[in-house]
């Protein structure tokens, strides 16, 4: 076998006189080895020893005894047998230890070929990587003549500031003049309000965050509502009026820094943060060029830094990450921020002090936290919430939205015809949506005037027509076309009547933070055999509105006596409204009991409650929204659960009041008595 097995394990004559402490056994090894290369070889020795020389030279000697051990062919490789040694290259080959049958001198040539293919499989692969491995190492090579180059442009324009080329020059004239260009401010920015008591039908919500604010010890608040009616302009208003008070602990430059939760993620590689700040590794990030060429992180704060020692605004903060909010509780109970990079290094002199500074201590973020959202509660972190007064904003009445439409008019010095104001607020809740209409209206009334007024050419006509659209008159017609144009819907469509029906009432309900009237209908005839009769109900009204249904069906035969299985009864619930809860149940025993005895029920007043098995009224959530919705639909009298008294002010809203304890006392107010 030539001399392979000498170079495969270093057992040559001179590596044997070279080596020290060889023991007996190895050097036998050697010389019975050495006879064996010494005897002819046959064509199939040949290849095997072939393929044992490329495998050598393909992994190096250590390198292929080492891996012959792992794959138990040490041995077999010594072996003076063919079979055993093919065996051996099969093990490394394709290296599977597992293989123990010993081929035939028959299956040796085809094993030999399958084998030498797979070795120059290998062999292609390693030329191709090695291929690859030189074009890397060129492109890192060019890629770092063009870096140094490209610093030693920017320390000559260091030394030497270049003149503007006339290119730059034009692009810093063309700047320049969009600055010299401004708009008028927009309507929205002139009708904001501009003092606290500009503010409509939230004086108790204003009154709640001026006392929290303006104390020594200011308190995080999060302020719920729907939107639209003031809470972001409360806030910045606030803290306007907090600084002159001596109490306060805000000074005169205390900032108040606005984003929205909307557009706040987390980022689970905390490679951007806008509000509690970053870290730019001087790699892959972009740290400043000085930073980076000394390999020092630049920490960079975020807004909660830029809000210290004043407040921090978060409109929407329901629609903020859970784990965004979770780490803006540990700002708001450490009043700092902290930084962590791992390739900050403590021991590097040439970290600059400020760095040092935000690395070790953190970044001050000592705020007051003010969120706005216009979710539920439970869209908030519960620990973020303990933390937090709570502050409910209250919805816009129609006679507020006339208000708010009656000041808009003022500041942009137009007149209204009449009823245009109360036009207004059938279409909307909202005042900021109320302003928008105004200010359509008043470009549509604008517009029609200066149409209407015919210039002659000369100074005097101008000056007429300047005068005119000083004193624009709007007019219900503007109001309609914008409705028209903008697709708007009166927003109720439920009213009241001072007639009395039969079989109909009105409900309350909740969405979010507005409530609104339900209206209820039921019809009774008897059935065609007594105690067969069917009661029909409306699936889209939702599951708890039909326990509601067979609550009040049992509570029929004890107010009356009579059997609702006498009758085929049909409730309805009109627009297919979905009622989320039981608070409809009064309202449905009402209309079932109206439509069995025949007595009407009256249509300006609305209940709210669930009633139980034993005829009691039972009490019920959003009872302060819900008298918003009756009061939207002019309802004018209002029936709650007596265990919900203490949830809404005597005579809220102008709303007569009446609690209620049992069902009884509910249709002797609801059913008009017969004469």
Known sequence: MNNFFAKFFNLSSQ????????????????????????????????????????????????????????????????????????????????????????????????????????????????????DLEQKIADRLEENHQDYVQDIRRQILKEEKPSAETPMEQQKREQLEALESVQLTQSVMELLRPKALEDIVGQERAVQSLLAKLSSPYPQHLILYGPPGVGKTTAARLVLEAAKKRAQSPFQADAPF????????????????????????????????????????????????????????????????????????????????????????????????????KLFEEG??????????????????????????????????????????????????????????????????????????????????????????????????????????????LIEKGDIYKVAQISRLSPYVTKKASEKCEVGHVFGLGVAGFLGSVIEIEAVAFESREKGKGTVRFNETAGSMAKDSVFNAASVVRMVTGKDIHDYDLHINVIGGGNIDGPSA??????????????????QDTAVTGEISLQGRVRPVGGVFEKAYGAKQAGISRLLIPAENAKDIPKQHLGLEIFPIDTAQEALDLLLQKEE
């Not at 072939?50 to 010594?78: C, H, N, P």
């Not at 230890?97 to 390693?126: G, H, Y």
């Not at 972009?286 to 000394?294: C, N, Q, S, V, Y």
């Not at 149940?585 to 009256?602: F, M, N």
């Open 363 to 472: 970044a001050p973020a000592d705020f007051v936290l003010i969120g706005a959202t216009t979710r539920d509660a439970s869209s908030i972190n519960p620990a973020l919430r303990s933390r937090c007064a709570e502050i409910y904003f209250e919805p816009l009445t129609p006679q507020h939205i006339q208000i708010i439409v009656k000041n808009a008019a003022k500041r942009l010095s137009a007149q209204l015809a009449d009823s245009v104001a109360q036009l207004i607020s059938e279409y909307t809740i909202e005042g900021r949506k109320a302003i928008n209409i105004l200010a359509d209206a008043y470009s549509l009334a604008l517009a029609r005037q200066e149409h209407t007024v015919q210039p002659d050419g000369n100074a005097g006509a101008a000056q007429e027509a300047g005068s005119e659209a000083s004193s624009v």
């Open 15 to 130: 590596d044997t006189e070279k080596k020290q402490g060889t023991d007996s056994s190895e050097a036998k090894i050697a010389v019975e080895q050495q006879a064996e290369d010494s005897k002819p070889k046959d064509e199939l020795d040949r290849k095997i020893d072939m393929v044992f020389t490329v495998l050598v030279e393909y992994y190096g000697s250590d390198k292929l005894v080492i891996k012959a051990g792992k794959m138990d062919a040490l041995q077999l490789v010594r072996s003076p047998l063919k079979g055993e040694r093919v065996l051996a290259l099969q093990k490394i080959l394709l290296e599977n230890p597992t293989l123990t049958e010993v081929p035939s001198e028959k299956e040796i040539p085809e094993i030999l070929d399958s084998l030498t293919e797979k070795l120059s499989d290998i062999l292609a692969r390693r030329s191709l990587e090695a």
């Open 585 to 602: 149940g009064t309202a449905i025993l009402t209309a079932i009991i109206s439509a069995v005895t025949g007595q009407p029920v009256r």
């Open 257 to 356: 820094v606005e984003t929205d939760g909307t557009t706040l993620r987390w980022d689970p590689r905390d490679l951007t943060n806008p509000l509690l700040g970053s870290v730019h590794d001087p790699i892959y990030q972009g740290a400043r060029r000085d930073l980076a060429d000394t390999g020092i992180p630049e920490p960079k704060p975020g807004l909660v830094t830029d809000a210290h020692g004043g407040i921090l605004f978060i409109d929407e903060i329901g629609e903020m990450d859970l784990m965004l909010q979770n780490k803006l509780l540990k700002v708001l109970e450490d009043k700092r921020s902290y930084f962590e990079s791992a390739y900050y290094d403590p021991t590097d002199e040439k970290v600059p002090p400020y760095i040092r």
